[in-house]
């Protein structure tokens, strides 16, 4: 006799894949413009050189950062796996507080500036909810038989 396996219906977040998608190439645009705002910034405006070298160390931070939140959630969510999705989502906490820092305590802080911030915190925030979504999605499909 042959085993038949019974394929379930992928548990995958559609909404949450997309945002993911053009999260990644937000970010991308996010932090090419602050290296050029911050270039400019330091050759036109009086900035202290150890807080223009902090300012910049935290947003290469933040790259890192969301570059690890990203792939994680894309792992999570596509693997339909818990554990990448949970820390998908504790990264998104530090993400938003970075973006909350350029958007209000940068030494200066352009239009620009705050602009992004607030898409990225947009992102985060549908990104957050939809990951809980998720996960209660696939928690729920390991409970039933």
Avoid at 2 to 10: E, M
Avoid at 86 to 110: D, H, N, R, S
């Amino acid at each position: 006799m042959a085993i038949v396996r019974q394929q379930s219906a992928p548990l995958s977040s559609v909404p949450l894949q997309i945002l993911l998608y053009y999260n990644y190439y937000f970010f991308s645009l996010f932090f090419v413009v602050e290296i050029l705002a911050m270039i400019w910034k330091g050759t036109v405006l009086p900035y202290a050189s150890s807080t223009l070298a902090s300012e910049v160390a935290l947003l290469f931070l933040y790259a890192l950062c969301e570059a690890i939140r990203l792939y994680t959630g894309n792992k999570g969510n596509l693997t339909e796996t818990a554990f990448p999705l949970i820390v998908f989502l504790l990264l998104t906490l530090p993400m938003i507080m970075a973006y909350v820092f350029t958007m209000l305590f940068q030494t200066y802080v352009l239009h620009l500036d705050a602009i992004l911030a607030y898409i990225g915190i947009g992102f985060c925030g549908l990104e957050f909810i939809l990951g809980i979504a998720a996960l209660v999605q696939f928690s729920r499909s390991d409970l039933s038989p």
